[in-house]
C-alpha cells in the first residue's frame, strides 16, 4: 500500500510539521532521559500500530545507544527484568495515556503516583508532552499510510530548518 499523501510535500502540511518538530525538540532538551524518551515513543507507537515511528523510534533508539535486548522486550515490559522502576513507570504512563479509549479512568492514580516517585516536575512535564506528541505523530502518520522501513537516524534533524 502507498503512502496516501506526502506531508513533506503540501505547504500547510510542512508548516505544521516544522512547529511540530519544534515541540518534538523541547521535549528532546528536556531533563527526561533520552532513553526513556525513545522507549516511551516506541511503546505507544506499537500500541497504535504506527509502522513509520516503530521504526523511527527503534532507529533513534538504536544510535542512542539503547541494547537490540530491550527494544525487543519494549512490548512485554511488565514480563521482563531489563527496565528499572522509573522506565516501567513510564511506560505504563505511556500505555494508559495512548489507550484513553480502552480505560474508562484514563491514567490510574497508581500510575501517576509511580511516575511521580521517580521524575521531577520538568521531567514529569516531558514525559506527559511526550505521550501527547507520540499519539498524534503516530495518528499522522497512521492517517497518511507512512510505510515504516526507510527512516533513517537523524533524518529529520535537518528536513524541517
Given at each position: ?108 492514580d497508581e500510575t501517576w503516583a509511580r511516575v511521580r516517585k521517580h521524575y521531577d516536575d520538568d521531567q514529569t512535564a516531558a514525559l506527559v508532552a511526550l505521550v501527547a506528541l507520540i499519539n498524534a505523530a503516530n495518528r499522522l502518520a497512521v492517517i497518511v499510510h507512512q510505510k515504516g522501513g526507510s527512516y ?10
Amino acid at each position: 500500500m502507498e503512502a496516501r499523501f506526502d506531508l513533506f510535500a503540501n505547504e500547510i502540511a510542512l508548516k505544521f510539521a516544522k512547529r511540530f518538530a519544534g515541540a518534538g525538540l523541547v521535549i528532546q532538551q528536556s531533563p527526561l532521559p533520552r532513553s526513556t524518551q525513545e522507549l516511551v515513543s516506541l511503546r505507544a507507537s506499537q500500541i497504535n500500530g504506527c509502522g513509520h515511528c516503530i521504526d523511527m523510534h527503534t532507529k533513534e533508539a538504536e544510535a542512542a545507544g539503547e541494547t537490540a535486548v530491550r527494544l525487543h522486550l519494549v512490548a512485554a515490559w511488565r514480563e521482563s527484568t531489563v527496565f528499572t522502576e522509573a522506565e516501567q513507570a513510564a511506560l505504563a504512563l505511556a500505555e494508559e495515556g495512548t489507550r484513553l479509549g480502552d480505560a474508562h479512568h484514563g491514567v490510574s492514580d497508581e500510575t501517576w503516583a509511580r511516575v511521580r516517585k521517580h521524575y521531577d516536575d520538568d521531567q514529569t512535564a516531558a514525559l506527559v508532552a511526550l505521550v501527547a506528541l507520540i499519539n498524534a505523530a503516530n495518528r499522522l502518520a497512521v492517517i497518511v499510510h507512512q510505510k515504516g522501513g526507510s527512516y533513517e537516524p537523524g533524518m529529520f534533524a535537518h528536513a524541517l530548518d
